[in-house]
């Protein structure tokens, strides 16, 4: 192992959206962090800071007015009025508006590159986080006392030592394979393309989620009258598609949407992602807990990967505020324990509700083209349903930690 340079309390191994809303979150306990991230945000490549655009659930507004950071992050970000959804080829469609759920949006917008800006800068301000980036955590040693994890950057190798470990590195984990746990992860055999561009009538606060034979198409209202998509091909159709010129790929993009925005036009630089389902097999090891997308990996469709991890971020925030108030350390057993048991149901419940959506919009298999006509009409017509999706997805069903409630962590 290198030189021993840090002692901490906690190490956050990732520093992308997760990893960094964890950091400053913790902030106001005092407690000695490190966060540790292997690309610099100014890099092209940054991977969780890029050009996609979030929707931010109303849990993840709360975690954020709660962390002093709201007023900074809505400047950055366009509210959603209403959601559209429909399905290519069938009538019939469903809506859901932030005043029928008595909300006054039912989630916002914002550029992923955007949000990392207010994040970075927050972090940069806070006294007891130290940054280390670029580095790379390339092994650690979980021990009963205390965790070593060693760190290469252009500097070299550095370890640092600390109580609990937290791995925030993204669906490919590597810390959780250092961590001895396994993920079940299967391809979806599709592709997210993503860009934005400019649409004949402005979207007004309106978001659209369509579902095509093949997949779901999102469109949203972001800055400047644009409107961002996510765009779901087959992985086989998907270099195509990319290689397609402007002109191309809006014809083959508006033929799939339709013309409910009017013709579309000056699409801006895209990019892909492969879609993948990820879920590690468990949550905590010998001083050390998974969070994000190191946890779960979902596929775009349901727009609550990031928010989901959001609400990792606020439970285990609260077990730590909690058992450090008592006098125990952050990487206590029990600590984790909790963390683990409070967060496994909401886990579970949004890895397959996304999964279904997925399966249930995507199949032409008639059987199920039957049950989701029913869906989308039962889901319009059976009072209480629709509520709850928007509750469940706006993030607030279930025990809310209390940053996922508004309330400061300290
Ligand atoms: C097309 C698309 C659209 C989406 N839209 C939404 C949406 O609308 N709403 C929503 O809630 N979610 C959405 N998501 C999901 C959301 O983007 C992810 O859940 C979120 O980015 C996960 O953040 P993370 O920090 O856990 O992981 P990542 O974003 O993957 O970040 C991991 C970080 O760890 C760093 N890292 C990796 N290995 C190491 C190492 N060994 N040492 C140090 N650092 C390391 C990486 O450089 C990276 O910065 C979308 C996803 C996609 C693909």
């Known amino acids: 192992m290198g030189s021993e340079t840090g002692n901490y309390d906690i190490v956050i191994a990732g520093g992308g959206m997760i990893g960094t809303s964890l950091a400053l979150a913790l902030a106001p306990l005092g407690l000695r962090v490190a966060i540790v991230e ?36 809505v400047a950055a970000a366009t509210p959603i009025a209403s959601v559209h959804v429909s399905d290519k080829g069938r009538f019939g469609f469903s809506h859901i508006s932030a005043k ?22 927050n972090l940069l301000a806070a006294k007891n986080v130290d940054v280390y980036c670029p580095a790379r955590i390339e092994s650690t040693e979980l021990g009963p006392e205390q965790v070593f994890a060693t760190l290469k950057s252009d500097d070299g190798e550095q370890t640092l030592m600390c109580k609990l470990l937290v791995a925030a590195d993204g669906t490919n984990s590597a810390v959780r394979e250092m961590m001895g746990i396994s993920a079940q992860q299967r391809g979806y ?31 949203l209202p972001v800055a400047d009258d644009r409107a961002g998509f996510v765009w779901t091909v087959a ?54 807990v ?4 190191s946890a779960h990996g979902l596929h775009p469709v349901s727009a609550q990967g990031f928010n989901l991890g959001m609400r990792d971020v606020a439970a285990l925030c609260d077990c ?7 006098g125990s350390d952050p990487g206590d057993a029990r600590l984790l324990e909790r963390y683990a048991e409070w967060r496994r149901a909401d886990q579970k419940k949004l890895v397959h ?8 919009f995507g199949s032409s298999r008639p059987g199920l083209r039957t049950l989701r006509n029913i869906g989308m009409i039962g889901f319009d017509l ?27 962590i300290r």
């Open 189 to 219: 055999g599709q592709r997210a393309v993503i860009g934005n561009l400019l649409p004949e009538k402005a979207l007004e606060h309106r978001a659209f989620e369509r579902f095509t034979p093949q997949g779901p198409l999102a469109i």
């Open 235 to 288: 992985e086989h159709d998907a270099d195509r598609v990319m290689a397609l010129d402007d002109d191309e790929f809006l014809t083959e993009l508006q033929e799939e949407f339709g013309y409910r925005l009017g013709k579309f036009s000056r699409v801006g630089t895209r990019a892909s992602y492969p879609l993948v389902l990820s879920k590690a097999v468990r949550l905590t090891a010998t001083r050390s």
């Open 290 to 293: 998974l969070i994000g997308n």
């Open 100 to 121: 029928e759920q008595s909300v006054e949006a039912l989630g916002y917008v914002v550029i992923n590159r955007v949000l990392g800006e207010v994040l970075q800068s």
């Open 353 to 360: 509700f996304t999964d279904n959506l997925v399966r249930l």
């Open 320 to 326: 730590i505020a909690d058992a450090t108030e008592k």
């Open 38 to 73: 292997a690309i610099a945000r100014r890099e092209d490549q940054q991977p969780s800071f890029d050009d996609r655009s979030t929707g931010l659930s109303r849990s993840t507004q709360c975690m954020f007015e709660a962390m002093g950071l709201w007023d900074d992050v």
């Open 382 to 408: 059976v009072p209480g349903v629709r509520p709850m999706f928007a509750r469940h997805t706006m993030g607030l069903a279930g025990e809310l930690p209390r940053l996922s409630r508004g309330v400061p």
